[in-house]
């Protein structure tokens, strides 16, 4: 009786503890993607297929290089998640390993996950193979403490790029970020310099509650409220999804009411109403009826703009690698880096800012 | 005597409501009717279809209606296969939608080959889709096997490539994003120049023709429905219930390829996190609207097909009233839990047996 009263009470902490660690889990991995890209986030299980994969993959690009040139170089470790993940996270990991080479002075090891747990892990083997700065892209805000303690003590800076994570100032050089709510003040003052007598917009948002669609949105919503010839005609989220777009657009030119600006908070929702406007033949772009708003300069929403079909498009800049070689070399002016972000209009962009802001192929 | 004549003629009436109501159909058919009386009172223009020129200067019918069967094109054709799956599984697939993804990834890998933004298709579409039509059916068979062979419960078998199929469908292209900018590509989730009517909804009506002539000269039918009632018995009567299972995953996967196709064809591009997301939870709906159990057994086509168009004439319709982003999910919800519990074999009996007794009441009073 005793013994099987024994294995029961193993078995109950045993089974608790399990509870206890998926809970954490499932806290971490808690975050919002980065909408650049047009990407939701990806279902967790897919997040940890495609961890599965890229997991372990902590590569020294360029040791050759290391040992020949011992002093010289500067020796970085740099924790980014998946670049499947997006085409920004491409864009971004294109960046890092285009900026930290060997002719720069750098001796650069990557790591990749989209698994908060794979990510420290990742961190305490650099600062055990010790490198000079670690550069983190934290796949999860919370679970950092020890790892950046760890880092200090050993005398290694840490920057933070891209994303934010929740511990204290003093634990990390700089972090490198976008300002989504800048982002959307950017392309509303932009439409409001375009003078029009009465603005009625379509509003199409991204999944609710990421922090790209709250920055987006955020920067609308207090225009609207404050000017009396801005009105909202319909205001959806269509979670990045372009055909969702479409038939939020479709259904405003089914019911025949009037528009003249569609506001799409990425660039996929902006083509797929774009594709309604098409079938309705509602002309859209530079000097038409329709005035088309996207976010996330993916290089063929910036054709798109450059052929005029659409008038304007943010940039969400995952081009933070100047940024990062700028603090190394110079050292950290202020703890928080906000990225420039720009805005294209359609009646100035040139091919050159496709070929050098386009993100994707 | 004329009070029996009344009540003669009563019975007759009665009879035929009851024989009705007690139809799979039914079910299906009020919620169209309520959504359409509702949509009428509301807004009369809801209804009107015009034909008006595209830019590009062809012919084009647009209005609510149209739309809305154009929408629910994807819906309809899962539906055929998800029905199938269910009779003879008695367990959903919950793939659909990372399946689409795979299957609109082989389709745009084979139409732009290496390249990311071809000047020109590498491919015909049709091979393209003859390429992604066997893919599908290989993924189906997979599904298929686990299902039906490995003795897996269908969800936590098809939870596998609902999990690793949007990464799959990624790797296929590189991780690119392939952009086709040929506008013969999106012939077929739009518009074929001179045609009015959308192309989808010519594609979901061959799909339904098909289906139903293999329904009417193969066993198909009788085999699934046999299969999910009983397997053991069926095997006894010399039916090969895994043979029969696999076969409904490989339909579903051809039903899966033609949606794919046509998701593709709407944008002319893919994005393999978003695309067709969610998709399989509606997809069951329409055919727990239908009125069919979800547990197996018998079924019926029609209901299922016209299930989906009722969920789209339900998204269209919350879309249109503009109802705000957060609550729509919501919205939707309560509206599908009163058809489903409606359409419950058990609240349909025990209504049934509810007004048997009230009208019987009612007449033993007229007769007295």
């Not at chain 1, 919370?142 to 511990?167: C, E, N, P, S, Y």
């Not at chain 2, 095997?235 to 390829?257: D, E, W």
């Amino acid at each position: 009786m005793k013994k099987i009263a024994k294995i029961l009470l193993s078995a109950a902490v045993m089974s608790s503890m399990a509870l206890g660690m998926t809970g954490c889990n499932s806290e971490k991995k808690d975050e919002t993607t980065k909408a650049a890209g047009g990407e939701t986030t990806t279902t967790e299980a897919s997040k940890s297929e495609e961890a599965d994969k890229t997991e372990g993959d902590t590569e020294a690009s360029s040791e050759e290089g290391a040992k020949t040139n011992d002093g010289e170089l500067i020796k970085v470790g740099i924790i980014n998640n998946d670049p499947n993940e997006s085409g920004y996270r491409t864009a971004n990991d294109k960046d890092m390993r285009e900026t930290f080479t060997k002719e720069n002075g750098y001796d650069a090891s990557f790591a990749y996950s989209l698994k908060n747990d794979e990510q420290i892990a990742a961190a305490q083997q650099f600062i055990q193979d010790g490198v000079d700065y670690l550069l983190i892209s934290a796949a999860g805000t919370a679970g950092w403490d020890t790892v950046l303690q760890d880092a200090q003590d050993a005398g290694i800076k840490v920057i933070l790029f891209d994303r934010t994570i929740d511990a204290d100032e003093s634990l990390y050089e700089a972090s490198i970020v976008s300002d989504m709510a800048k982002e959307g003040e950017t392309a509303v003052d932009w439409l409001s310099s375009q003078n029009l007598s009465e603005y009625k917009i379509i509003h199409i948002q991204g999944v609710m509650g990421s922090s790209a669609q709250i920055g987006r949105s955020g920067a609308l919503d207090s225009k609207v409220a404050a000017e009396a010839n801005w009105t909202i005609v319909s205001q959806q989220t269509a979670e990045w999804n372009a055909e969702t777009a479409q038939q939020i657009v479709q259904a405003v030119i089914d019911s025949g009411e009037k528009f003249n600006v569609i506001y799409a908070e990425n660039d996929d929702m902006a083509k797929g109403a774009v594709q309604a406007l098409d079938k309705a033949n509602i002309s859209h772009g530079v000097g038409k009826d329709v005035i088309v708003i996207g976010f996330d300069c993916n290089k063929w929403a910036l054709e798109e703009l450059l052929k005029g079909n659409w008038n304007y498009d943010g940039q969400c800049n995952p081009f933070q690698a100047s940024y990062i070689d700028d603090i190394i070399k110079n050292g950290a002016k202020q703890k928080v880096v906000i990225m420039e972000e720009k805005g294209f209009d359609a009646a100035t962009i040139t091919q050159d800012d496709v070929d050098k802001y386009g993100i994707g192929n | 005597m004329s009070s029996s004549e009344n009540k003669l003629q009563n019975n007759t009436l009665l009879a035929t409501i009851k024989k009705i109501v007690s139809k799979q159909v039914f079910i299906p058919i009020a919620a169209l009717l309520i959504l359409v009386i509702f949509n009428l009172a509301a807004d009369p223009s809801f209804f009107k279809i015009s034909v008006d020129k595209s830019s590009s200067g062809d012919p084009i019918m647009s209005g609510f209606l149209v739309t809305i069967l154009d929408n629910a094109s994807e819906l309809a054709i899962l539906a055929i296969g998800m029905t199938l799956v269910t009779s003879a599984s008695g367990g959903q697939d919950i793939s659909v939608g990372s399946a689409i993804a795979i299957a609109g990834s082989v389709m745009l890998r084979v139409v732009c080959g290496t390249s990311a933004r071809p000047e020109s298709l590498h491919a015909p579409i049709i091979v393209a889709f003859l390429v992604c039509v066997l893919v599908s059916m290989a993924f189906g068979a997979f599904n298929g096997v686990l299902v039906s062979y490995c003795k897996i419960q269908p969800m936590v078998a098809t939870l596998i490539l609902f999990t690793a199929g949007r990464s799959i469908a990624s790797w296929i292209n590189n991780n690119q994003l392939p952009v086709v900018s040929d506008p013969k590509f999106g012939y077929y989730g739009n518009f074929i120049p001179g045609i009015p009517v959308p192309t989808p909804i010519f594609i979901a009506a061959i799909c339904m023709i098909v289906i139903a002539l293999i329904l009417k000269f193969t066993n198909l039918r009788l085999y699934s429905q046999a299969v999910g009632i009983n397997p053991h018995s069926s095997r006894l009567n010399g039916i090969n219930p895994q043979l029969v299972k696999l076969l409904t995953f490989v339909i579903l996967g051809a039903c899966v390829a033609v949606a794919g196709f046509i998701k593709v064809s709407r944008l002319s591009t893919i994005n393999y996190a978003v695309i067709a997301k969610d998709i399989e939870m509606d997809v069951i709906l329409a055919v727990a609207l239908g009125g069919n159990s979800l547990s197996g057994g018998k079924f019926s086509m029609t209901s299922s097909i016209l299930g989906a168009y009722v969920i789209q004439f339900l998204t269209t319709t919350l879309i249109k009233f503009k109802v705000s982003a957060n609550a729509i999910a919501a919205y939707k919800a309560v509206v599908v839990i009163i058809l489903v519990v409606m359409s419950a074999p058990i609240v349909r009996e025990k209504l049934g047996s509810l007004k048997k007794k009230v009208l019987s009441r009612k007449t033993v009073k007229e007769v007295a």
